[in-house]
């Protein structure tokens, strides 16, 4: 669907927001069942916001707003209070601006008479598919409180994995960064110091030395050049990963990457095989678990291979000969599967698969930082051997009168 900025009156007051519909009278006509009278409704042109990849990340909410808010709402539909009086109560203490401006509207659309779950869908970039569809089973089930308290882990596993992962990155990054600037600095203003005083030499330097001024020479001369190709190159990545094919090209690589792609596919796993938990347990038949599934999935390779499972299973095939056709999972985590169809226990194998996994993800985590620590220091200390030698060999040799004129 389009989406549409929209300026009307309500309750005589001027009001202005962005709504999806299919065509300017069908917002027009989900306003008016707001209790609003639209003036003006224009279409927002995205096609080229997508394509240049500026696109707010979840309209300006942050995940520990959408882990309050689930809390909180588990809490006060756990006790009873109508939902209406719930958000109404919820959005006096909302700090964040786009959560509380999508609160008002959901209000407005249950005063109206839409259900929770669709009030929530007319706002995909803050609440994404898993939790409208997580919702809705709850609306059905009568149990709302159940639905957000599994909303509320899902929000919490993501957290926690992307706070492990940060964890580890921290200091290799650190010190990388630090590195390339202490580069950066002797290339520019500490080698090109030692020309003169090495041309006084009168004779031939050592390779290591001709090689290191040699360098220096030339990113010096042609640092724009260089730094055009180097930003030409991460922008055209970027822009191929903005689209269908490249996203899916990248996700591929990005799997198979040395030491960083293990650990990014026991991720998305763990991530797959949690959520399809807590799909099962929110009361989703199994096709609409793995559409679940699907919409969570940050990888576009992964997220293929889930649907060829999803359209198996809608085949007739059984989960365990869908995901097997689907290459992604271990031979021990597809006999779990087979074992849980065979005894009706689909969701506790399931379980199991995801504790597997998250333990996976710890393991690699720690084994990753104990590799890239002495990697690290290798290139450090080739770093610092290639500068004493390049730079203080000469004069080495010229103080024990091996450099003569």
Not at 61 to 72: A, G, N, T
Not at 204 to 219: D, I
Request: charged share 20%; aromatic share 8%; with cysteine.
């Amino acid at each position: 669907m389009a989406k549409f900025r929209y300026k009307g009156r309500a309750a005589g007051d001027l009001v202005e927001g962005v709504m999806e519909g299919q065509t300017p009278d069908h917002v027009a006509s989900k306003l008016q069942n707001r209790g609003t009278v639209p003036i003006t409704i224009d279409e927002i042109n995205q096609s080229r916001a997508i394509r240049w990849g500026v696109m707010p990340r979840l309209g300006g909410v942050k995940v520990d707003d959408l882990i309050i808010f689930s809390r909180q709402m588990a809490a006060l539909t756990r006790s009873g209070v109508p939902l209406v009086r719930a958000f109404s109560g919820l959005i006096d203490s909302t700090v964040n601006s786009s959560l509380k401006e999508a609160m008002v509207q959901v209000v407005a659309d249950l005063q109206a008479g839409h259900d929770l779950s669709t009030s929530l869908a007319e706002h995909p970039r803050i609440f994404d598919q898993f939790f409208v569809r997580v919702i809705r089973v709850g609306e059905e089930m009568g149990r709302l409180d159940d639905a957000f308290a599994q909303v509320l882990r899902y929000l919490e596993g993501g957290k926690e994995t992307r706070q492990r992962i940060a964890n580890a990155v921290r200091y290799p990054i650190f010190v990388v960064i630090t590195v390339i600037v202490a580069i950066g600095v002797v290339n520019y203003y500490v080698i090109p110091s030692f020309v003169q005083l090495f041309a006084k030499f009168g004779s031939q330097l050592p390779l290591a030395t001709r090689v290191l001024l040699a360098t220096s020479k030339f990113t010096n001369d042609h640092a724009p050049a260089i730094f055009a190709v180097i930003t030409a190159l991460i922008g055209g990545c970027w822009l191929s990963w903005q689209t269908p094919s490249g996203r899916l090209f990248w996700d591929r690589v990005s799997l198979k990457t040395p030491l960083v792609g293990p650990l990014m596919h026991r991720i998305a796993l763990a991530r797959i095989s949690r959520i399809f938990v807590l799909a099962s347990r929110s009361g989703m038949n199994m096709v609409q678990i793995l559409s679940a599934v699907e919409a969570t999935v940050n990888n576009r390779f992964l997220a293929e291979r889930l649907v060829t499972i999803r359209l198996g299973v809608e085949r007739g095939e059984s989960l365990v000969q869908a995901a097997q056709r689907s290459a992604i999972f271990t031979t021990l985590v597809l006999q779990m599967i087979a074992v849980g169809e065979e005894t009706g226990q689909v969701e506790q194998m399931m379980d199991e698969v995801a504790d597997f996994y998250e333990q996976e993800v710890d393991y690699k985590i720690k084994a990753l930082t104990s590799i890239i620590e002495p990697i690290l220091l290798l290139f450090l200390a080739g770093i610092v051997l290639i500068l004493a030698v390049g730079i203080f060999l000469p004069l080495w040799d010229l103080g024990s009168g091996n450099i003569t004129k």
